[in-house]
């Protein structure tokens, strides 16, 4: 089902990810030869959202932005902007300052990509502020042999993965096998946040 314009909202002043996020769209949907009326219909996102992203004037939901990111065979985290890793090195170092953050226009939701070096080894790290009372919705399936390992910081998390609902508490950690529909959940009056690993198998 297509969705409305209402699944998106401006974006915020100072936070350039409206702009980042859409030239990286358009880009790989170039590179894929699509049109943006075959990236509408694969990522159920309407074309006229899609024009209004790839222009930087929107900035789209949690939920709009991974659907667009599956459509193009690409992680969340490259669309964001993930920071190229070194070439050479034993260490890498990203300062708190630098990280690429996606913030949900709608509820306040942030995704925070926290690898040094994302893509090495085939992982990544991912550190997320729920708000109290706020859900990302189901989130689409990824491709199959993608795992997700995640700790929660601080609140009360409740995972909905496949039909089933896990509520997880300060300090519990879960692992679960990503390639089926999922969703994260604050139900409480507090703030929740936590970190997530997110691997690949190839």
């Given amino acids: 089902m297509v969705e409305k314009d209402a699944d998106v909202?401006?974006?915020?002043?100072?936070d350039d990810l409206a702009g980042a996020f859409g030239v990286n769209v358009r880009r790989r949907r170039e590179e894929a030869g699509l049109t943006l009326e075959q990236l509408s219909a694969k990522a159920s996102?309407?074309?006229?959202?899609?024009?209004?992203?790839?222009?930087?004037e929107k900035s789209p939901t949690i939920?709009?932005?991974?659907?667009?990111?599956?459509?193009?065979d690409a992680s969340l985290s490259d669309l964001i902007?993930?920071?190229?890793?070194?070439?050479?090195?034993v260490a890498v170092v990203m300062r708190?300052?630098?990280?690429?953050v996606f913030r949900d226009p709608e509820t306040g939701f942030e995704r925070h990509m926290v690898s040094a070096a994302p893509g090495a080894?085939?992982?990544e790290m991912v550190f997320h502020h729920l708000p109290a009372q706020v859900s990302t919705g189901l989130l689409p399936a990824y491709p199959p042999g993608t795992e997700k390992q995640l700790v929660v910081l601080e609140g009360t998390l409740t995972v909905?993965?496949?039909?089933?609902?896990?509520?997880?508490?300060?300090?519990?950690?879960?692992f679960f096998q990503a390639d089926a529909d999922h969703g994260f959940?604050?139900?409480?009056?507090?703030?929740c946040e936590y970190i997530m690993f997110i691997s690949r198998r190839t």
């Avoid at 902007?81 to 090195?89: C, I, L, N, Q, R």
């Avoid at 039909?163 to 519990?172: A, H």
């Avoid at 959940?185 to 703030?191: F, K």
């Fill in 96 to 100: 708190k300052g630098h990280r690429p």
């Fill in 63 to 72: 939920g709009v932005a991974s659907r667009i990111a599956h459509a193009l």
């Fill in 81 to 89: 902007g993930a920071p190229a890793g070194a070439a050479s090195g």
């Fill in 185 to 191: 959940a604050n139900r409480t009056n507090a703030p």
């Fill in 9 to 14: 909202a401006g974006p915020q002043h100072g």
């Fill in 160 to 174: 909905a993965i496949g039909g089933i609902n896990e509520t997880l508490e300060t300090g519990d950690s879960l």
């Fill in 45 to 56: 996102v309407s074309r006229a959202m899609l024009s209004k992203v790839e222009r930087g």
């Fill in 121 to 123: 080894g085939g992982a």
